[in-house]
């Protein structure tokens, strides 16, 4: 999988919204970003996936930069509850390996 | 959606002993399953890849006869840690892909974990 790269750690306050960035310089043609989420002691969720365009479902909205090179996930009123560790992923579409995870973001959300 | 169980949650064993974990596909047939571990303040480590019906394919420095897969058929796939020891101690996940979401964004599933611990 191409590389990304995501800040350790974000900080933010309950029900105001948090903007989750991620670069992928390396992104290539066919390549699939990817947002799942550890929150503590549970297995990955999947958060919300894109190629070109912007993104919305119920938990997020993903906003991909033109040249596809950046992404940011954006949750539009954080709670407690979205503390979790948020990974950015590229995937190749249609490709069928395992999912390579990097150090993702620690989000933290104060009362 | 797709759901992916994981059974037990949590188990603690002596060291020497083998430890079976099971992940199955609720409501999707599951031809690929992947496990990870995850040891604490670290990401996830793919350690390899079941596929049913033939033979797992491990990462690299994953021993395989130290962690057996069998996948016997499209809804189960299990880990079986064989002679554990304290350092085999870790978060091990499964996944899965559901050929009917997102087909062709390659989204997986992902069990809610088995907490291993040997003393």
């Known amino acids: 999988d191409a590389k990304t790269t995501q800040p350790n750690s974000m900080e933010s306050n309950e029900e105001e919204p948090v903007h989750l960035p991620c670069n992928h310089s390396?992104?290539?043609?066919?390549?699939?970003i990817h947002w799942y989420r550890q929150l503590p002691s549970q297995g990955p969720e999947y958060v919300i996936h894109?190629?070109?365009s912007n993104v919305n479902n119920r938990m997020a909205s993903l906003a991909i930069a033109e040249d596809r090179k950046s992404s940011t996930l954006i949750l539009h009123r954080a709670t407690l509850r979205d503390a979790a560790v948020y990974y950015c992923i590229l995937r190749p579409g249609g490709g069928a390996d395992g999912l390579t995870f990097g150090k993702g973001t620690h989000l933290i959300i104060q009362p | 959606g797709a759901v992916v169980s994981q059974h037990p949650s949590w188990v603690i064993c002596k060291s020497g002993t083998s430890v079976k974990i099971e992940c199955r596909s609720l409501d999707f047939q599951a031809t690929t399953m992947f496990w990870y571990r995850q040891f604490p303040k670290q990401s996830l480590m793919l350690m390899a890849t079941s596929n049913e019906g033939s033979k797992a394919t491990y990462e690299q420095g994953v021993e395989k006869d130290k962690f057996l897969i069998n996948h016997a058929s499209l809804t189960l796939s299990t880990l079986t840690v064989t002679s554990a020891h304290p350092e085999d101690s870790s978060f091990y996940i499964c996944?899965?892909?559901?050929?009917?979401?997102?087909?062709?964004?390659?989204?997986?599933?992902f069990g809610a974990g088995s907490r291993l611990t040997v003393l």
């Open positions: 390396t992104i290539s043609g066919t390549d699939y």
């Open positions: 894109g190629l070109t």
């Open positions: 996944s899965a892909r559901s050929s009917t979401s997102f087909s062709g964004a390659n989204v997986l599933t």
